[in-house]
T-cell receptor, first 117, second 114 residues
Framework: AQKITQTQPGMFVQEKEAVTLDCTYDTSDQSYGLFWYKQPSSGEMIFLIYQGSYDEQNATEGRYSLNFQKARKSANLVISASQLGDSAMYFCAMREGQGAGFQKLVFGTGTRLLVSP | DGGITQSPKYLFRKEGQNVTLSCEQNLNHDAMYWYRQDPGQGLRLIYYSQIVNDFQKGDIAEGYSVSREKKESFPLTVTSAQKNPTAFYLC?????????????FGDGTRLSIL
């Protein structure tokens, strides 16, 4: 069975500072993918960043980067230069299953980030 | 603009009543998914469909049913057999090919019991 663990129920950060949201995973698959989503209070899930298990470089998307440590089975999200609009729930998810197109995602319980002025 | 439309935004169900949540996408995605989110929890997969006229149970399918008659549409019915239906329901879709393709989500439907 695959599992995602997010141990930080809540995080606080001041505007313009960087913050790291933790995610560890458990899988016996060699091929897997890790996703981070943002969920504002309005409810929609917004895709932020993806890291494949065979990717040699850590993924980056604008202010978002992923600190991928395969041996430790961790995929932490780093948000640089936090903005007030970053306040939201953040979910780590892992793609389960093999083969093209098969994309069952297993989600963690999320981390609530609050950015203060 | 391409995207996923869920309706209604809020839905109330009476005891013993079936209700249907709508999900339409114009992203030309082959795969579609339904998730349930309870307070303080992550998303749990109810059903998913990889192609038209085919769908598979997810982790918590009991008390739910789906259909996939068109590529664009994947409605979810919450039946009276679902004893605790109060939750936030999210529909998603993704490309069929490419393991790095993210799932795109709708804005969700919040279902409550009257």
């Amino acid at each position: 069975a695959q599992k995602i663990t997010q141990t930080q129920p809540g995080m606080f950060v001041q505007e313009k500072e960087a913050v790291t949201l933790d995610c560890t995973y458990d899988t016996s698959d060699q091929s897997y993918g890790l996703f981070w989503y943002k969920q504002p209070s309005s409810g929609e899930m917004i895709f932020l960043i993806y890291q494949g298990s065979y990717d040699e470089q850590n993924a980056t998307e604008g202010r978002y980067s992923l600190n991928f440590q395969k041996a430790r089975k961790s995929a932490n999200l780093v948000i640089s230069a936090s903005q007030l609009g970053d306040s939201a729930m953040y979910f780590c998810a892992m793609r389960e299953g093999q083969g093209a197109g098969f994309q069952k995602l297993v989600f963690g319980t999320g981390t609530r980030l609050l950015v203060s002025p | 603009d391409g995207g996923i439309t869920q309706s209604p935004k809020y839905l109330f169900r009476k005891e013993g009543q079936n209700v249907t949540l709508s999900c339409e996408q114009n992203l030309n995605h082959d795969a579609m998914y339904w998730y349930r989110q309870d307070p303080g929890q992550g998303l749990r997969l109810i059903y998913y469909s990889q192609i038209v006229n085919d769908f598979q149970k997810g982790d918590i399918a009991e008390g739910y049913s789906v259909s996939r008659e068109k590529k664009e549409s994947f409605p979810l019915t919450v039946t009276s057999a679902q004893k605790n239906p109060t939750a936030f329901y999210l529909c998603a879709s993704s490309m069929w090919t490419g393991n790095n393709q993210p799932q795109h989500f709708g804005d969700g439907t919040r279902l409550s019991i009257l």
